[in-house]
């Protein structure tokens, strides 16, 4: 997959213009403010359907040139040469988006209107590498759900749905729990045959889900541990996958055990819900023992090691977004970065302030197309 094109109107401070992209490399310079993340973002959500840096698209919308003010508008195409079962040959799309103030954003896939963003999702698989990522070492569980989740989603078509039906059902089950607040047993209660509905849907989900989620687990450890040995030469970090529950024992039991405290809290704590992927060196979690530089390498390991396992299991490549790669690394380990990413295969589109050190990191010998931003008009070099 590689993003061919892309124009924008009245999408934040850049300026209307259309931009041609290089099928491996492209190295977006400027100064801070000028428009670079921007880029970044108009290309995430053009190929997901949502922003990275807010939840409120209607501020996304340029306010200050003539005209403008109530929608901003993307368009651009979209190139698969992936050789697969499904896609043998070369395909292209193109893929407009608009955005009015306070309506539903209009997608549109080779000029048809389309109501789920997950289908931008399903064409264009893209990765950012951006310095948020530390959240995934830091952050909360959902952090880590989400992780694991966007490699499900890309690989199993059934997980979107099994997903969806669960997390209605796990609803429909805390209701219950909140009407049974105080009660230590439910049998012969009018809840009972209530519960026992909802409990074997859950459990039916649960461990389908369960078993995506492992087997999709499986594959990205693999491709972790070559990853983080190309990028930080440490063999001692190790991934543990956590379903959420008890696993030695039925789902059905594992709820069974916590339903006097699950009622007193007024959901269920435990399901896939609750699943988490634990990231430690030394048996410890990374966040104590290793360098803010070192964490920034794990974090980048880690979402390399998703596009890695895409490829591998489906032969998909995706889009790697590279928000501000000299940050926090130093030449070296810049240089690390992309020697993976060539390895991969995948397009590359990354911003800068520093290009000079960019271009040593990437190599005089590798190809690469260069784009200037100033005052977010971007410009070829």
Not at 134 to 150: C, I, N, P, V
Not at 185 to 191: A, E, N, Q, V, Y
Request: net charge positive; proline share 3%; glycine share 6%.
């Amino acid at each position: 997959m590689t993003i061919q094109s892309l124009q924008t109107t009245d999408f934040r401070n850049l300026k209307s213009r259309p931009l041609q992209f290089d099928d491996s490399l492209n190295i977006v310079a400027g100064p801070n403010g000028s428009g670079k993340t921007s880029l970044l973002e108009a290309i995430y959500l053009l190929t997901s359907g949502r922003s990275f840096r807010t939840n409120k698209l209607d501020s996304i919308i340029c306010r200050t040139s003539p005209g403008s003010g109530e929608s901003f508008v993307l368009f651009g195409s979209i190139l698969d040469r992936s050789r697969t079962l499904s896609t043998p040959g070369i395909s292209e799309n193109t893929i407009g988006l608009k955005k009015v103030r306070q309506a539903n954003t209009q997608i549109k896939i080779d000029g048809a209107s389309v109501q789920s963003a997950a289908l931008l999702a399903k064409l264009c698989p893209v990765v950012l590498l951006e310095p948020g990522n530390l959240a995934l070492l830091t952050g909360t569980t959902q952090s880590r759900r989400k992780y694991l989740d966007w490699s499900v989603f890309h690989v199993e078509h059934k997980f979107s749905k099994l997903w969806k039906e669960f997390r209605y059902c796990l609803k429909q089950r805390n209701a219950l729990l909140r009407q049974a607040k105080g009660l230590r047993d439910i049998t012969g209660s009018k809840l009972a045959d209530q519960f026992t509905v909802w409990n074997q849907q859950l459990e039916r989900l649960a461990n389908e889900i369960d078993s995506l989620r492992k087997t999709q687990f499986e594959l990205i450890q693999g491709c972790f541990n070559q990853t983080i040995s190309e990028l930080l030469n440490e063999k001692d970090i190790q991934l543990q996958y956590r379903p959420g529950w008890d696993t030695s024992v039925p789902f059905s039991e594992a709820m069974t055990r916590v339903f006097s405290n699950d009622t007193i809290k007024g959901h269920t704590s435990v399901g896939p819900h609750r699943m988490d992927v634990r990231i430690t060196v030394q048996n410890k979690p990374v966040v104590e023992l290793l360098s803010r530089g070192q964490l920034k390498l794990v974090s980048a390991a880690l979402y390399l090691a998703q596009v890695r396992a895409l490829k591998s299991s489906t032969g998909k490549k995706s889009v790697v977004l590279l928000d501000d790669v000299s940050a926090e690394l130093d030449a070296h380990n810049t240089e690390r970065i992309f020697t993976t990413l060539r390895a991969l295969q995948s397009q590359v589109i990354c911003t800068t302030l520093d290009s000079v050190r960019t271009k040593n990191a990437v190599g005089q010998n590798n190809k690469f197309k260069m784009f200037h931003v100033e005052h977010g008009v971007i410009t070829d070099e």
